[in-house]
C-alpha cells in the first residue's frame, strides 16, 4: 500500500524557517520523481518544487526558486522540503507526492501518481 506522510509543518513568524518531511512507505523513492505542492485558502493547489531522485536532478517553480531547497534520504525513503525565509504568503497545506517521472520538471498536479495527506504551514507577520 502507497502512503505519503508529511509532517514538520506549523506556525513561525516572517523570516523563520521550516523543513517539510514527507515519509514514504510501499515504493523504494530512488526511481521515482517526488514534489512538493501547496494550496492556500482560496487558491488553486500548485506546484512548489519536484526532484528526479535516481539523478538529482531538481526543478523549482517561480514559487519555490531562491528560497526552498528539495532534498531526498534515499536510506529513509524521504524526501524534503527545506523553506526559508518565510513570508505570510507561503501560509498554505503543503502537499507531498509522486509524480510521473517523465513530467518531473513540470511540476504539475495533473502528473501526480499519490498524493499525501497535507500539513498546514501558518506565516505570521
Known amino acids: 500500500r502507497v502512503q505519503l506522510v508529511e509532517s514538520g509543518g506549523g506556525s513561525v513568524q516572517a523570516g523563520g524557517s521550516l523543513r517539510l518531511s514527507c515519509a514514504v512507505s510501499?515504493?523504494?523513492?530512488?526511481?521515482?520523481?517526488m514534489g512538493w505542492f501547496r494550496e492556500a485558502p482560496g487558491k488553486q493547489r500548485e506546484g512548489v518544487a519536484s526532484?528526479?531522485?535516481?539523478?538529482?536532478?531538481?526543478y523549482y517553480s517561480d514559487s519555490g526558486k531562491g528560497r526552498f531547497t528539495i532534498s531526498q534520504d534515499n536510506a529513509k525513503n524521504t524526501v524534503y522540503l527545506q523553506m526559508n525565509s518565510l513570508k505570510p504568503e507561503d501560509t498554505a497545506m503543503y502537499y507531498c507526492?509522486?509524480?510521473?517521472?517523465?513530467?518531473?520538471?513540470?511540476?504539475?498536479?495533473?502528473?501526480?501518481?499519490?498524493w499525501g495527506q497535507g500539513t498546514q504551514v501558518i506565516v505570521s507577520s
Open positions: 507526492a509522486r509524480i510521473y517521472d517523465g513530467r518531473c520538471g513540470r511540476i504539475s498536479g495533473s502528473d501526480v501518481v499519490n
Open positions: 510501499g515504493f523504494p523513492i530512488g526511481g521515482d520523481c
Open positions: 526532484i528526479y531522485v535516481r539523478l538529482r536532478n531538481v
